[in-house]
C-alpha cells in the first residue's frame, strides 16, 4: 500500500497541532514497514527519503493567502499519481487531497484538526480569502472517502458544521504523544537563562496566540495570582497585529502590577527547552476556548505537569478533572467564535482553579504524575498509527 500523507507543516516547519500530528504519523506509520509513505509538504526541499516539498508560486505572490495555498495544492497534485490512497491534514492540505481524488480516482482521507465554520475570527487574518478557505474546507469534507476527528468533540463539531456528511464515515482517532520526546527534564540552567526562578512557583503557558487559544483571558485572570507565582508565557506567532496588540496591552499592565514576576518568551524554543520550562512549572495552563483535542496538553502531561484547561472541545478527553488537573466550566456563544457567554465568570473560575493548583504544590505534583501515566498508556503513536491505518483499510475494501 503506498499512502501520501499532505501537510502544510512538516518538520523543520512545524508550529502547531496539526505539524506535530502529522510528523508523528508518518514516523509512527513507516515504522510498520509494511506500506510506503509519501509525504508531501509546503516549503523549502526536505532531506528526508520519500519527502517532497513544495514552495509557493511566485507566479502568486501577490494574490491572497489563500490562494497561494491553493497553488502549492496543484502543484502536489501530479506526485500522487500511483498513490492507493491520499490523506490530507488541515483546509491548507485538504484542496490538494480532493483534486487527487479526482484525478487519480484514489480515496480522500482527511483528518481534521481544526474546523473553518469555529474559526471565524480568521476573516481577520485573510479577508475574502477565509471564504475561499471555507469553501475548500466543506468541498473537500463533503467528498471524502472518510473524515478522522481527533477527538469525539470534534466529530460532534463536524456533523454539526457539515450536516450532509455521513455520520459513518466520521471516525475518531486522537492525537497522540512520544512520552520518550516530551518527558521530565530538570535543566535548570536553560529555565534561569530564560528569566525564570525555578525555585519559585509558577503558571506556565505554551501556545501561538491566536483567538483560540484565549491568552488575553489568563492574563486577565493572572492579575489575581499570589504576588509570588509567576506567570511564564512560552507565545509568538500571532495570527494578526490585532490579537498581538491586545496581549502586548494586557502584558505591559500586568508587569507595571506584578513586577518581575511575568516572563515572555516570544521565540519558538527547541522542544529539549521547552520540556525544561515545562518541567519546572507548578501547573500548566490552557485557557483555549477553541480545542479540537490539545496536544500541548499532552506534552505538559508528559512532562508531570498537572493542567488547568478549559472544559470546551476534545480538552475534557484529555484532563480528567480531579485526577490530572483541573477543568473550567465555560459557556460559551454558538456563533463559532468560542467567545464566552460571561467572559467575566471565566476569568473568575480560571483564576479560582489556577489559585488552588498553586497553593497546594503536593496535590499538583499527584496531578503531575497521573498525567503522564495516562498521557503513556493512552495516547501512544504507535496505538493511534494503527487505528489511522484501520481507517484506511475500511476506505479500500
Same mark, same amino acid.
Given at each position: ?12 516547519? $512545524? ?18 514497514? /509494511? ?11 526536505? /532531506?528526508?527519503?520519500? =519527502? ?14 489563500? $490562494? @497561494? =495555498?491553493?497553488?502549492? !495544492?496543484?502543484?502536489? &497534485?501530479?506526485? =500522487?499519481?500511483?498513490? #492507493? ?26 483528518? *481534521? ?27 473537500? %469534507? ?6 478522522? *476527528? ?6 460532534? !463539531?463536524?456533523?454539526?458544521? %457539515? ?6 464515515? &466520521? ?6 504523544? #512520544? ?7 530538570? #535543566?535548570? #540552567?536553560? &529555565? ?16 501561538? $496566540? ?12 493572572? +492579575? ?55 518541567? *519546572?512549572? =507548578? ?37 480528567? !478533572? ?11 456563544? @454558538? ?17 479560582? +482553579? ?7 504544590? /503536593? ?22 498509527? !494503527? ?11
Amino acid at each position: 500500500m503506498r499512502v501520501d500523507i499532505l501537510s502544510k507543516e512538516y518538520p523543520p516547519a $512545524i508550529y502547531g497541532g496539526a505539524g506535530v500530528h502529522v510528523a508523528e504519523l508518518v514516523r509512527a506509520l513507516r515504522a510498520r514497514g /509494511d506500506m510506503t509513505v509519501q509525504v508531501r509538504c509546503f516549503g523549502e526541499p526536505r /532531506d528526508e527519503a520519500d =519527502t517532497t516539498a513544495y514552495p509557493d508560486l511566485a507566479e502568486l505572490a501577490s494574490a491572497n493567502a489563500a $490562494i @497561494q =495555498t491553493m497553488g502549492v !495544492d496543484l502543484s502536489m &497534485v501530479a506526485g =500522487t499519481e500511483g498513490a #492507493d490512497l491520499v490523506h490530507s491534514h488541515t483546509w491548507y492540505a485538504n484542496f490538494g487531497g480532493h483534486v487527487a481524488s479526482l484525478l487519480g480516482g484514489m480515496p480522500h482521507v482527511i483528518t *481534521a484538526h481544526s474546523l473553518e465554520p469555529l474559526r471565524p475570527w480568521k476573516a481577520e487574518q485573510l479577508g475574502g480569502g477565509y471564504r475561499v478557505s471555507s469553501w475548500v474546507e466543506k468541498t473537500a %469534507y463533503e467528498a471524502a472517502a472518510a473524515v478522522i *476527528a481527533v477527538s469525539a468533540g470534534m466529530r460532534e !463539531d463536524i456533523l454539526r458544521s %457539515y450536516p450532509s456528511i455521513d455520520p459513518e464515515k &466520521v471516525k475518531v482517532v486522537h492525537n497522540g504523544i #512520544d512520552s520518550q520526546l516530551w518527558q521530565p527534564n530538570p #535543566d535548570l #540552567d536553560t &529555565v534561569r537563562r530564560h528569566g525564570v526562578d525555578p525555585d519559585k512557583k509558577s503558571v506556565i503557558f505554551v501556545g501561538r $496566540i491566536t483567538r483560540q487559544k484565549g491568552l488575553p483571558y489568563l492574563l486577565r485572570a493572572a +492579575a489575581n495570582l499570589p504576588p509570588d507565582v509567576q506567570l511564564v508565557l512560552l507565545a509568538g506567532a500571532p495570527d494578526t497585529p490585532e490579537i498581538m496588540a491586545e496581549v502586548e496591552g494586557l502584558m505591559a499592565d500586568l508587569r507595571e502590577q506584578r513586577g518581575d514576576g511575568v516572563i515572555w518568551v516570544p521565540e519558538m524554543l527547541p522542544r529539549a527547552q521547552v520540556t525544561a520550562m515545562l518541567s *519546572a512549572a =507548578t501547573v500548566f495552563a490552557c485557557p483555549s476556548v477553541y480545542e479540537p483535542l490539545g496536544i500541548v496538553n499532552l506534552e505538559a502531561m508528559a512532562c508531570e505537569q498537572p493542567v488547568v484547561a478549559t472544559a470546551t472541545g476534545g480538552i475534557p478527553e484529555v484532563v480528567v !478533572d480531579g485526577e490530572t488537573g483541573w477543568l473550567v466550566p465555560i459557556e460559551q456563544v @454558538q456563533d463559532g467564535t468560542g467567545t464566552p457567554t460571561d467572559p467575566d465568570k471565566f476569568v473568575a473560575d480560571l483564576s479560582a +482553579a489556577l489559585n488552588e493548583a498553586v497553593s497546594d504544590p /503536593d496535590r499538583a505534583r499527584q496531578f503531575g504524575l497521573a498525567g503522564r501515566a495516562r498521557a503513556v498508556e493512552s495516547f501512544s503513536w504507535a496505538s493511534i498509527g !494503527d487505528r489511522t491505518l484501520e481507517v484506511y483499510r475500511s476506505v479500500l475494501g
